[in-house]
């Protein structure tokens, strides 16, 4: 099996390689059209800020790359919120894969932001979560979020309910952070890698 | 429910750790490695790795402990000691730690903060602040020091933690020089002062001693993390039984068994 993960200029990516690592999966990691079509996986992982990594996709042709995939892709974290139509951070246009629009959390007393720390999803529709125990804890780090709406396959709590998975044919994408979230996160990933 | 975080800490010397000598199930209690993968299984939320070295050398060997970490456990982790520079941090970065922490670099220039955060993002910018009570012209204030604590300086605590999330940090690491050690308790007062003021997160730090220190630390303390080194490293707290507790005491905690 071939799995993909994109190279773009988002942080963060070493950690999804160690956690691909720690469960046998190879990957190639590359910002290469041809090789992210043969591919049987695609990882589209990351930190960032909304603005500057779209500018970058735009600036390499991936924005229209990724959308026009046909084999599972996985957008982690940012990977998700550039999968989505819109997001308030510096107000952008995304990719538009998921019909919805990333918000930032609204201030909220006793409410801190960036939503970082551990907190726990529900309400499961999708393989992605097999084997998972009900609210299973999953480490987020993020200061926009897209609200529950029609793709929304597990969501979360931080001052409003927010989509913590989305999925939608071949496209599935995760709020938080897979990678370092324990057993449960490594679990996500293998679901992934199964489908 | 966003969950109250249980952070060992780990101090590190030529690549090894330096307390934590008392676990009879590791083959090496000084392996830094080894000890954050067992935290990790028992349940700790995250791991902060402070190098205590101070050479050259023993910084690359710093920066090869991180990639071994970061290859080895499924939690994040947060690295400091002695970063000075965006070079220190994208280095620390791209060997896989997931935040960095920085003291007396920030205290020296604290543009400093604005630029790591412009370059790589808030949420791993932690500015690590360690205060002491002092006597100064005003009576007694919260001073920040530098050095490890036992140098002061001219800042006052409170507001240098605001002016330290304005300038772009992603989280506070509080330690008060004035509980550390002393196994009473962390630094209630100040902490909920500081984390009350704060729209991020605050880590505190300095003076747990049993358990009943971190439900006040999250209740009274209003912190979002805890952390402590000896008190765990000398099997004082198993972290299991920790979480257990405050867990019965509903606090949002996440439970791993």
């Keep these: 099996m071939k799995t993909v993960i994109i190279k773009y200029n988002a942080g963060n990516v070493q950690s999804v390689m160690y956690a691909l690592d720690r469960i046998g999966a190879s990957y ?46 996985f957008g982690t974290c940012i990977g998700m919120q550039l999968m989505c139509r819109f997001s308030e951070e510096n107000n952008t246009e995304c990719m538009g894969i998921f019909d919805v629009d990333v918000k930032r959390f609204p201030a909220t007393p006793g409410m801190k932001v960036p939503h970082m720390g551990w907190n726990n999803i529900s309400n499961y529709k999708t393989p992605l979560t097999d084997g998972l125990p009900d609210n299973a804890y999953m480490y987020f780090v993020h200061s926009y979020a897209a609200p529950v709406c029609a793709y929304t396959v597990a969501s979360c709590d931080y001052a409003l309910p927010f989509s913590a998975m989305l999925h939608k044919d071949n496209f599935y994408a995760a709020q938080f952070h897979c990678e370092i979230s324990g057993n449960a996160g490594q679990q996500i990933l293998e679901n992934f890698l199964k489908i | 429910m966003l969950t109250k975080r ?21 083959r090496d209690a000084g392996d830094a490695v080894e000890l954050g993968a067992m935290y990790a299984a028992q349940g700790a939320d995250e791991l902060v790795y402070l190098d205590i070295t101070a050479t050259v050398d023993g910084r690359s060997t710093f920066i090869d402990l991180v990639r071994r970490v970061a290859h080895t456990i499924n939690i994040p982790f947060t690295v400091g000691g002695g ?16 935040k960095v922490s920085i003291n007396s670099a920030a205290v020296r ?31 007694h204030e919260h001073i ?18 605001k002016e330290v999330e304005d300038r ?9 020089m004035d509980t550390d050690g002393t196994k009473n308790g962390f630094a209630l007062e100040l902490t909920a002062t500081i984390s009350g003021n704060a729209n991020i997160p605050v880590i505190a730090s300095g003076g747990a001693g049993n358990m009943e220190h971190f439900y006040d630390v999250f209740t009274a303390g209003k912190a979002d993390a805890g ?20 867990k019965n005491k509903d606090l949002p905690i996440r439970m791993t068994r």
């Excluded at chain 1, 603005?51 to 735009?58: E, F």
């Excluded at chain 2, 249980?6 to 590791?26: A, H, M, Q, S």
């Excluded at chain 2, 920040?144 to 933690?161: C, D, F, L, N, Q």
């Design chain 1, 28 to 73: 190639l990691y590359t910002d290469d059209e041809a090789e992210i079509r043969s591919a049987d996986k695609v990882i589209f992982p990351g930190v960032g800020e909304a603005s500057t990594t779209m500018s970058y996709l735009r600036s390499v042709g991936l924005d229209k790359v990724i959308p026009s995939l046909k084999q599972p892709v």
């Design chain 2, 6 to 26: 249980i952070i060992p800490c780990l101090d590190v010397k030529d690549g090894r750790t330096v307390k934590g000598v008392n676990f009879v199930n590791l």
């Design chain 2, 83 to 98: 970063i000075s520079s965006i070079a220190d941090v994208s280095a620390l970065l791209h060997a896989g730690a997931d």
């Design chain 2, 109 to 139: 220039n604290p543009d400093l903060i604005n630029e790591l955060s412009l370059e790589f993002g808030s949420q791993c910018i932690v500015v690590a602040i360690d205060t002491r009570f002092v006597p100064t012209e005003n009576g």
């Design chain 2, 144 to 161: 920040v020091h530098t050095h490890g604590g036992r140098k002061p300086t001219e800042i006052r605590s409170i507001p240098w933690a």
């Design chain 2, 168 to 176: 772009g940090a992603g989280e506070i690491l509080l330690t008060s």
């Design chain 2, 227 to 246: 952390l402590a080194a000896s008190i765990f490293h000398f099997r004082e707290i198993d972290i299991p039984d920790l979480k257990e507790y405050l």
